[in-house]
């Protein structure tokens, strides 16, 4: 396995694999990685000659400092899990310097409006520094094909939007969320939940579960009120937003069309943890 924390000594290297023409597989990640990750990484690994998985806790897309701050750190335990399915693959973990030259803020980016949904609307400025570290990253390590977890349904859409506006010549490819037995999708933000909240949270997926189920019968109205209602009575959690959305323009479902694909949106704090999960409808 190939480690480089510097982006010069990477492209060094990444040089000598451009020039062969072959496949390159690219898995960004901000590190302590899950089996969710770890899928990624196999799907590259099945799809691709080389493969590069990024290790960075970009700081221009969290919109709250203590987010950033007890974001969990573990590169030598990623390096290890890594390890445990790929020989060969090539770590990049650069540090913020590296990256930002000294200049840590995010460019603006137009994705056509997706950008103030949901995330957007609940995290202000976090898709521009999702395009910023994405874009630096994507130009950097110049892959074939990069692989990006469901889980950040409206983050794999931006992606998309931004290599398709700047014409990066790039595959994207989206992956099915991993969950926990619980039903609990796979996060890295799961690691800080006590084994309490982690029980408790698999009211997420139920809800999720539920939502599409009804979905079927019911209006988008109906099925987000029951939601709302129905996870105010956890006490522990608090519900940041429910949204049944168009799948491409994320835009809220007001009357059902049967030519339109629809996907449920949820966001919650549980223990001032935010944790956010999603289904699609149909
Ligand atoms: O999904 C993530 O882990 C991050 O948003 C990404 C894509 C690695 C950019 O920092």
């Given at each position: 396995m190939q480690i480089f924390k510097e982006k010069a000594l990477l492209t060094a290297y990444l040089k000598t694999i451009w020039d062969k023409n072959c496949a390159i597989g690219f898995v960004p990640t901000m590190g302590a990685l899950h089996q969710g990750h770890l899928s990624l990484i196999k799907k590259s690994l099945a799809e691709n000659d080389y493969n590069v998985v990024s290790i960075f806790v970009n700081p221009t897309q969290f919109n709250n400092s203590q987010d950033l701050e007890k974001y969990p750190r573990t590169l030598e335990i990623d390096i290890e899990k890594i390890r445990t399915i790929c020989s060969d693959c090539i770590v990049f973990a650069p540090s913020v310097d590296d990256i930002y030259e000294g200049k840590t803020n995010s460019k603006s980016f137009?994705?056509?409006?997706?950008?103030?949904?949901?995330?957007?609307?609940?995290?202000?400025?976090?898709?521009?520094?999702?395009?910023?570290?994405?874009?630096?990253?994507?130009?950097?390590?110049?892959?074939?094909?990069?692989?990006?977890?469901?889980?950040?349904?409206?983050?794999?859409?931006?992606?998309?939007?931004?290599?398709?506006?700047?014409?990066?010549?790039?595959?994207?490819?989206?992956?099915?969320?991993?969950?926990?037995?619980?039903?609990?999708?796979?996060?890295?933000?799961?690691?800080?939940?006590?084994?309490?909240?982690?029980?408790?949270?698999?009211?997420?997926?139920?809800?999720?579960?539920?939502?599409?189920?009804?979905?079927?019968?019911?209006?988008?109205?109906?099925?987000?009120?029951?939601?709302?209602?129905?996870?105010?009575?956890?006490?522990?959690?608090?519900?940041?937003?429910?949204?049944?959305?168009?799948?491409?323009?994320?835009?809220?479902?007001?009357?059902?069309?049967?030519?339109?694909?629809?996907?449920?949106?949820?966001?919650?704090f549980i223990d001032n943890i935010r944790l956010i999960d999603n289904i699609s409808l149909n």
């Open positions: 137009n994705y056509d409006g997706i950008e103030h949904e949901m995330e957007g609307k609940h995290r202000p400025g976090h898709f521009d520094g999702v395009g910023t570290i994405v874009k630096k990253l994507f130009e950097i390590v110049k892959p074939t094909n990069a692989y990006f977890g469901e889980k950040d349904f409206q983050q794999l859409q931006i992606v998309k939007k931004l290599v398709a506006k700047n014409d990066l010549k790039v595959n994207i490819i989206g992956c099915p969320i991993f969950r926990e037995a619980n039903g609990l999708a796979m996060s890295s933000r799961n690691e800080r939940l006590s084994i309490k909240d982690r029980d408790e949270a698999s009211i997420i997926y139920n809800s999720l579960l539920t939502a599409k189920e009804k979905f079927g019968t019911k209006s988008a109205n109906e099925v987000s009120n029951w939601v709302k209602h129905s996870l105010e009575k956890n006490k522990n959690l608090t519900l940041e937003y429910f949204e049944i959305a168009d799948e491409t323009t994320l835009k809220t479902c007001i009357r059902k069309s049967k030519h339109k694909k629809y996907r449920a949106f949820i966001a919650v």
